[in-house]
């Protein structure tokens, strides 16, 4: 077998891998559990990856990637995509072990960080109310990426007091967004990086005037930096599940990128192109520039 995806399949035998000596593709999803007792006849060829994904948030990543990372594990010296989704910054802090592995061959990586590493605004001060925590994680070595997507969210949380007579007050209104430690992932790229295809999936949960207040400039400023010369293209996905979704959203979310003063730097450069995503049928719709 060259590809195998597993899903929802707790305490699942990772050893039985090992003994699949044509596997090139693998796939692990929504796993809280795996069993790395198990031995299984191991084959006089080891498995050569080509492609990984482990996503939909298994509990089981840093167990999975100790396992990745055994001796007598699959070989991974030779892939050219991963596609990891982490649980908290312990599990991103410890990628760079993975991808020092096929710093040689990978090509195209998807990354979805989870919530660590946002930074916290103070909408109704306009002050930082708490920075994101320290990220290991460094690209530097990745001298073949060509493709790198980001998949992430930006929301608004609220915080209402209610007194004694039923009277609602807006205690704290806080806009959590990626967006600098996106910027500082991308400057740890190698200089004169390969890097042509940038890619950002982002959910957006919030009303029109937090929104508004979300501030590109740092992340459009490390995409058009000398060390990004040779980027050619730049996706900004807006995601959304369904029709209603769409229209009591997304539509307005559009509207807020397409007319954003940094962002316009980069579409009108032909750089950025911004589109929207279902993500139940994949269908894809460019957005009316």
Excluded at 25 to 32: H, K, S, V
Aim: aromatic content about 6%; proline content about 3%; overall charge negative.
């Amino acid at each position: 077998m060259a590809d195998i995806t597993i899903n929802s399949v707790d305490s699942f035998p990772l050893a039985a891998f090992e003994s699949c000596s044509s596997l090139k593709r693998l796939a692990i999803e929504d796993i809280a559990t795996v069993d790395l007792q198990s031995t299984f006849e191991h084959t006089s060829t080891k498995p050569q990856l080509e492609h990984l994904s482990i996503r939909r948030f298994s509990l089981a990543f840093s167990q999975i990637l100790d396992w990745l990372l055994r001796n007598d594990s699959p070989d991974i010296t030779q892939l050219r995509s991963v596609d990891f989704q982490t649980m908290n910054s312990e599990d991103v802090n410890r990628l760079p072990l993975l991808l020092q592995q096929c710093s040689n061959s990978l090509t195209d990586l998807v990354i979805d960080p989870g919530n660590a590493y946002h930074t916290l605004f103070n909408l109704i001060d306009g002050t930082i109310a708490s920075s994101p925590e320290m990220c290991h994680l460094s690209l530097s070595n990745l001298h073949r990426l060509n493709s790198l997507t980001i998949r992430t969210r930006i929301w608004l949380s609220q915080e209402f007091w209610v007194s004694s007579t039923g009277e609602e007050t807006i205690e704290a209104r806080n806009l959590l967004s990626p967006l600098q430690w996106i910027a500082n992932i991308v400057q740890t790229l190698p200089e004169y990086s390969p890097l042509h295809h940038l890619a950002l999936r982002i959910h957006f949960r919030g009303d029109q005037a937090a929104l508004s207040r979300v501030d590109w400039n740092t992340l459009v400023q490390a995409v058009t930096s000398d060390r990004l010369k040779g980027l050619k293209s730049v996706e900004l996905w807006v995601p959304h599940h369904d029709d209603r979704e769409r229209k009591s959203g997304v539509i307005r979310v559009l509207e807020i990128l397409q007319h954003d003063r940094h962002l316009s730097r980069l579409i009108e450069k032909g750089l950025l192109v911004i589109k929207e995503e279902c993500d139940m049928t994949r269908r894809f719709a460019k957005a009316s520039l």
